[in-house]
């Protein structure tokens, strides 16, 4: 959430910067209702004013002319009046600030200044190709193809469960997407020093807004009720962990916190019917490593650039060719205020696929869920900035392993730094 007293101070500068991100509009609602604000603020603080007076005046009426006189049964009735109005304006103006408060949380984050200007992702920008795709001597097939004919992956037996967007690994597909998501816990925690983080599945709406996933995106979460309340399946690990620290002052000299979770995660895709939902590439459920660093202000942009280097350290490992997006202003999410974008090879589609985002939301959700830190010799407690990205999304590294290790005759070979976690598998098929 961004600091009201900031964007009513800097309206046009906050319009012209949401302006890049095509949200413009959804400042207005805050100046009409800051302009009513100010106002009823301004009659209340007058009537208070007045109040004061009377009191003043009081006190003089009963030392020259008594208590019950005429003029102390006027000023009185005046008083009376006076606190009526405020007793009348007070829940107006408490229903005011109620809407504003509102309407805050519906203004997405003001990108940073290294953020590319753009309207689409036609616009982001190409920051560093890594590896060479490679050059294979037949057709390349798509991953769904591949996993049904090698019998580890089946999508129409999910639909039966579940519907369309789920699926079923089964054997060495699905002991690849455990091997993988044990290869990316261990690489963060052992190699690059991340704490591992085992969190409920099921939120409330206060840790959802936490995070920015409400009330903006609503339709695309899935809702649960049971026991008389609302809870939600998380949508990204990156909502449960970061709230860990909501409402909480931490101390300055325990940043930055850099912490790692493996989930599933819930999604209803509820705008992406007919794109890119073909066989494992974007389903209602996945497996996701999550990585989330909070840090001070002054360093949260050379954590992004950790944060970035560790998750395609998964990558550069599994000899995945890949490549690294910034994304533009009309690209990005809605909490960041910068993101990379990795994108991995995909040569049965030969194309290009998100398979992390890596983003820097600054203080944006610190302010949302109250959380702060404070140091010794600090006078308050400060925001500090949040960070998250997919360490990787496991369904997706399957998708690029099946993909780019296919071989002619049907089979998948295993990456060399996946054998151990495969019992010493070397290859599918």
Request: glycine share 8%; net charge negative.
């Amino acid at each position: 959430m961004l600091d009201l007293k900031y964007v009513v101070n800097n309206i046009e500068e906050v319009r012209e910067k949401l302006s890049h991100r095509g949200a413009e509009a959804a400042l207005e609602p805050i100046v009409e209702l800051s302009i009513k604000r100010r106002e009823l603020i301004g009659k209340v603080e007058e009537l208070r004013r007045q109040q004061n007076e009377a009191n003043q005046k009081i006190q003089k009426i009963v030392k020259e002319e008594g208590p019950k006189s005429e003029a102390m049964i006027k000023i009185r009735g005046e008083m009376k009046e006076i606190s009526q109005q405020v007793k009348d304006m007070e829940p107006v103006l408490k229903e005011v600030e109620a809407s504003i408060a509102e309407a805050m949380l519906v203004i997405p984050n003001l990108c940073g200044k290294n953020t590319p200007l753009g309207k689409s992702e036609d616009d982001n920008v190409l920051i560093r190709t890594v590896g060479e795709p490679k050059e294979f001597d037949f057709e390349p097939k798509w991953h769904d193809e591949i996993g049904s004919a090698l019998d580890i992956m089946d999508l129409d037996r999910a639909s039966k469960l579940s519907g369309a967007r789920f699926a079923v690994l089964k054997g060495a597909g699905a002991r690849l997407e455990r091997a993988l998501i044990q290869f990316m816990l261990d690489l963060q925690t052992e190699k690059h020093g991340y704490t591992e983080m085992m969190v409920p599945l099921l939120v409330n709406a206060e840790t959802m807004q936490g995070t920015g996933q409400l009330p903006k995106f609503k339709e695309d979460a899935f809702l649960t009720t049971s026991l008389g309340r609302d809870m939600y399946l998380i949508p990204t690990a990156e909502v449960p962990v970061t709230n860990l620290y909501s409402g909480e002052v931490i101390k300055g000299k325990e940043l930055p916190i850099r912490m790692c979770a493996y989930t599933p995660c819930f999604r209803s895709e509820a705008g992406s019917h007919g794109q890119d939902v073909r066989g494992y590439l974007r389903q209602h459920q996945f497996n996701k490593v999550e990585l989330i660093h909070i840090c001070k202000a002054e360093d949260s942009y050379k954590e992004l650039e950790t944060l970035t280097a560790n998750a395609e350290k998964v990558l550069q490992l599994l000899e995945l060719p890949y490549r690294v997006i910034s994304l533009c202003t009309g690209d990005i999410g809605f909490s960041a205020a910068m993101t990379y974008d990795l994108e991995v090879w995909l040569p049965g589609q030969q194309r290009y696929r998100e398979i992390s985002s890596c983003s820097n939301c600054e203080d944006f959700q610190a302010r949302r869920m109250k959380m702060r830190f404070k140091e010794e010799g600090m006078k308050k407690p400060a925001l500090p900035h949040t960070l998250n990205g997919s360490g990787l999304a496991a369904g997706r590294a399957i998708v690029a392993i099946l993909e780019n290790y296919q071989q002619e005759d049907g089979s998948v070979i295993i990456p060399k730094v996946l054998r151990p976690y495969m019992g010493g598998i070397e290859k599918i098929g």
